[in-house]
């Protein structure tokens, strides 16, 4: 059964960092392209940021660019999301997903996905 | 940045059938994904690649896609079914992985 797992949420005051992790199990974690993809309260679905199998490739929404990085760790099967900067509106659900490829592309769509640890940006 | 345009709400009585739209310039040439959502849950893969169904999802999701709009079809509507639905495509844009706004499916 696969299973993603994210941690690392919490209260954070604006400016300060935060870093988010998923723990993915059931499936082969370096087969496939992982991603974070976020909710704010009561909003839709913004996609944040990918990552290819072996890192190779990796893309980021403009709303996070230069402050956010994504990583992984292959031997741990865990997924990373490091957040620098945080504003009041990177409040949300952070959802750690799976993509159905290996790479970060057009054929990108998410197959599982965890329940989510969410973030809020305030003083 | 691509834009996905959907409907804010639909509703529909039970056993009947229901179609969200989701629009886009000339759509047709990508390839959409839909996502089921129910409250305080994560949301699911209902349809991939425009018409294909994950195993598990019942025949009576389907999908379509043409010109410059895509359409999530669920046919005989259950009280289950209750739930948002996004749309989402891949653009080679700056924002490369878009949804829509989602779709609130009320089943009346």
């Known amino acids: 059964e696969v299973q993603l797992v994210e941690s690392g949420g919490g209260l954070v005051q604006p400016g300060r960092s935060l870093r988010l992790s998923c723990a993915a199990s059931g499936f082969t974690f370096d087969d496939y392209a992982m991603h974070w993809v976020r909710q704010a309260p009561g909003k839709g679905l913004e996609w944040v940021s990918g990552i290819s199998w072996n890192s190779g490739s990796i893309g980021y929404a403009d709303s996070v660019k230069g402050r956010f990085t994504i990583s992984r760790d292959n031997a741990k099967n865990s997924l990373y999301l490091q957040m620098n900067s945080l504003r009041a509106e990177d409040t949300a659900l952070y959802y750690c997903a799976k993509d159905r490829g290996s790479e970060v592309g057009s054929g990108s769509c998410y197959n599982y996905w965890g329940q989510g640890t969410l973030v809020t940006v305030s003083s | ?108």
């Open chain 2, 1 to 108: 940045s691509y834009v996905l345009t959907q409907p804010p709400s639909v509703s529909v009585a039970p056993g009947q059938t229901a179609r969200i739209t989701c629009g886009g310039n000339n759509i047709g040439s990508k390839s959409v994904h839909w996502y089921q959502q129910k409250p305080g849950q994560a949301p699911v893969l209902v349809v991939y690649d425009d018409s294909d169904r994950p195993s598990g999802i019942p025949e009576r999701f389907s999908g379509s896609n043409s010109g410059n709009t895509a359409t999530l079809t669920i046919s005989r509507v259950e009280a289950g079914d209750e739930a948002d639905y996004y749309c989402q495509v891949w653009d080679s844009s700056s924002d490369p992985v878009v949804f829509g706004g989602g779709t609130k499916l009320t089943v009346l």
